[in-house]
């Protein structure tokens, strides 16, 4: 009797958790920054869900599990990007941020995979005609990387920087006159100096060429 009712409890246990109408996704990041299994997933500063599960696959890369509260998942389309950030509420924890681009898209599916993104391509994504805006929060969003860097970065942080920058590049490639004057003025200074600064620690560790990249980047934006 006593094993009848625990299996009835295990059914109905499951059976509520398939009908309650939360989102699960599977999200592919390159590198997840320390990002841990409980922590929160945030839409216009939102705590909209949390980090299910984090695991690491054979091809280098993270896939990490996340649930999306019912009453959100209406927010999150085939237009939402994710992106790491630390968590602007709770010290020392990670997070999930969810973006919306490009105006409205489909519904995702339960258990859909997507692509995780990073801040910088999130924001070049987001664009508009403000130029002005754009060169701001491009420096507000470096200014968070720089902030993770106090530390001794691990290589792997030092390759984002440098894929972050290949981004921009792209996109000065792609933009206007007025644009990228902007960001050789207003940027690439602000750049320069995280980046001077960057390999000064490196170089105290023997890793200074790992640096080499990100100057040639900067080398290349300058040139633009």
């Known amino acids: 009797m006593m094993r009848r009712i625990l299996i009835l409890l295990a059914v109905l246990s499951l059976n509520l958790g398939c009908f309650s109408g939360d ?12 990002l841990k299994t409980g922590e929160r997933i945030l839409f216009e500063e939102n705590a909209i869900g949390e980090v299910t599960d984090v695991f690491y696959e054979k091809e280098g890369t993270y896939l990490v599990g996340v649930e999306i509260h019912s009453d959100f998942k209406n927010a999150v389309t085939g237009n939402s990007q994710f992106f790491i950030i630390k968590d602007p509420f709770t010290p020392d924890s990670k997070a999930i941020e969810m973006v919306t681009v490009k105006g409205e898209g489909s519904a995702l599916e339960d258990g859909a995979v997507v692509q995780g993104s990073t801040s910088l391509s999130v924001l070049l994504d987001r664009m508009g005609g403000d130029i002005e805006k754009t060169i701001n929060d491009l420096k507000k969003r470096f200014k968070n990387f720089s902030d993770d860097l106090k530390e001794i970065p691990e290589n792997e942080d030092v390759k984002r920087l440098q894929k972050d920058l290949d981004q921009l590049l792209d996109k000065m490639k792609r933009s206007g006159t007025e644009f990228r004057d902007k ?3 207003d940027l690439a200074p602000r750049l320069q100096e995280e980046i001077d600064k960057l390999k000064e620690r ?3 560790l023997g890793r200074e060429e790992e640096v080499e990249p990100l100057q040639t980047r900067m080398d290349e934006i300058r040139k633009i």
Do not use: E, T, Y
């Open 23 to 34: 989102l699960h996704l599977k999200i592919r990041f390159d590198q997840i920054n320390g």
């Open 202 to 204: 490196l170089r105290g």
């Open 183 to 185: 960001v050789q003025k």
